[in-house]
DNA sequence: CGGTTTTGACCTGCGC
DNA sequence: GCGCAGGTCAAAACCG
């Protein structure tokens, strides 16, 4: 087990977690995960997380979402793999109990978790896979040059290895594999994931120079989970046609998604992902953090910091209990 | 026809 | 060194 799952496992014991008592069947659980350089663009997380809770068909907008206060923690450890999700996950399921929240009697279940750290146990292979890697050197030179570039290769990988890319990952109870965020995804693998009967499926933003990827994939001990992991920052907006099919507010709603009305945006906009059904079983509700809820939030963070942290990374959350 | 998905092969890193 | 798992490539198939 490395350090991270370490740290994983102690800080899902942490206080924070007493309250995970506030779930439901079919709700929605986005549970969120930062990790990487503490230079991390909270501008990136914000505006990605923003748009996949606001875009999530039966994420946070799909189905009425309403932050719990006792629903969302604030963790400022080192945690990565989808495994560390799982079991995050495994942990949370042991404790479940049911809630009745929001209008219209929406059953809603939210749960949103930050960790934002380097992370040390992923493999990281910048930009481009070793072997592509290695294929180009061997196109462009000999098989002298293509010894010596693959050390050079060797020595910039080590160093690589101690940058890594910021990763952002969510866990959402849906039915839907590949949750909309407003940008352009090319599928480019999948592979069978290990005790699990559901593969991991891998996407590149198709936007070009932008070398954003994600992962997704299903919660074995929870089918109904998705894991979606966001690697790297898109140094792009939300793709024009995307967004006005997407977003019907601002242009910039990706990149201030404090205008964003996280509800109004669904309603009016559907994710191709979302059927008809999904749209009509949705009851709507909305995302309501009151004042109470940040009061106490930050006095249950460790550090004032930290929640002022978690502040900067969900605007959109933090900014529709404000008057 | 261009863009996307599928899928088998391949590469890399890690643990034993 | 070997086997395994994760990650990526790229050709073929698919789709609007």
């Known amino acids: 087990m490395s350090n991270e799952t370490k740290d994983l496992n102690n800080y899902h014991f942490t206080s924070s977690y007493d309250h995970y008592n506030n779930i439901s069947s079919q709700s929605i659980m986005n549970l969120v995960y930062l990790s990487g350089p503490s230079s991390y663009n909270a501008n990136m997380i914000s505006s990605q997380i923003g748009s996949d809770l606001q875009s999530s068909p039966r994420g946070a907008c799909g189905l009425g979402f309403e932050l719990s206060p006792s ?7 080192s945690i990565d793999q989808e495994n560390d999700f799982n079991n ?7 404790h479940k109990s049911h809630e009745v929240v929001g209008g219209g009697g929406a059953i809603v279940e939210s749960e949103t978790k930050v960790s934002a750290s380097p992370s040390s146990s992923e ?5 481009d896979s070793g072997k592509s890697l290695m294929k180009r050197e061997a196109d462009d030179g ?4 293509d010894q010596r570039s693959q050390k050079v290769v060797k020595t910039k990988k080590k160093e690589e290895k101690k940058q890594r890319e910021p990763r952002v990952s969510f866990m959402t109870k849906t039915d839907v594999d590949h949750l909309e965020d407003g940008y ?12 699990s009967p559901y593969p991991r499926s891998y996407y590149r933003c198709t936007t070009q120079k932008c070398n954003v990827k994600k992962r997704v994939e299903r919660s074995y001990q929870d089918p109904t989970v998705v894991i979606t992991t966001y690697e790297s920052q898109h140094n792009h907006p939300i ?5 006005t099919a997407m977003f019907s507010g601002p242009a910039a709603c990706s990149y201030n998604s404090s205008s964003l009305s996280p509800v109004s945006d669904f309603i009016i906009n559907t994710p191709r992902t979302v059927s008809h059904d999904d749209l009509f079983r949705a009851p709507y509700a909305s995302m309501n953090v009151n004042a109470n809820y940040q009061q106490q939030q930050s006095q249950e963070f460790h550090h004032e910091s930290d929640f002022e942290l978690l502040k900067e990374m969900f605007p959109s959350v933090f900014l529709k209990q404000e008057p």
């Open 184 to 195: 352009r995804w090319r599928k480019y693998g999948q592979k069978a994931v290990k005790n």
């Open 142 to 145: 000999g098989k002298d040059i």
């Open 123 to 127: 493999h990281h292979h910048g930009e």
């Open 71 to 77: 629903s969302t923690g604030f963790f400022n450890t």
């Open 88 to 94: 995050a996950y495994s942990y949370n399921t042991s």
């Open 239 to 243: 793709p024009t046609s995307r967004r």
